[in-house]
């Protein structure tokens, strides 16, 4: 399950051509989408390699994990205003396709069973692109999330509000709290890959290496998953063993 590449734009490389890979194979494909800075190589390459290769985007369909809340889709830093910024504003999207969830929505619970029954009702999910957080989140269920939850609103930890604090600019506040989907939703994706990148991840790469499945690492729980994949650069994997990283398996990628 692990896959590891020299550098980022390598592994911006591999994501992108397995995303475009699965949409020409699959075009009203349902992808589920991170947003983040691990992100953002890999859809700068998916514009430029769509674009180059004339791929449809017009019929698939796509979920984002999670939303600010607090946010307006207009404001600068919503995830709404990533996605357009970074993916959605290029190439042929149907923008009523596209979904994330409603910072702004009045009743954030009915919201986020909504965002649920419609994903549901979508058919769930079949490709979904994770990044995780120095702390072991995944969209953003922090550490001690229960593996049986469902899309809902969470209290954002003070590690992850530090850690995205370089998002807002100068003394901006990071919203305390957001809407995500839950790690049953994740879980549930027919295939799942989880990219890190650079230094600031080998210690939570490491340690995911090293658990049994524990809600006390979000992140362990791909262990469970059958068709999740691990894609990391070497410096997001220079903590692991010396075994893992240079086992043909894992080096060939
Ligand atoms: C974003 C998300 C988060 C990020 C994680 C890593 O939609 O769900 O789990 O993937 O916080 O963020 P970066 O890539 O900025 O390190």
Known sequence: MLHIFSDAPSVADYVSSALVEKIRSRPEVVLGLAT??????IYARFVDQARRQRLDVSRLTSFNLDEYVGLSADHPKSYSAYMRHHLFGHLGFDSSRLHLPDGLARDLERHSREYSEKLRRCGGIDLQLLGVGGNGHIGFNEPGTAFDSRCHVVRLSERTRVDNSRFFDGNAIVPASAITMGMCEIMEAREILLVATGESKARIVAEWYRHEVTE???FTVLKRHARAKII???AAASLLPDSVRGS???ASA
């Open 216 to 218: 006390a690492i979000p």
């Open 248 to 250: 043909p398996a894992v």
């Open 232 to 234: 990391l650069d070497e």
């Open 36 to 41: 983040g800075g691990t992100m953002e190589p």
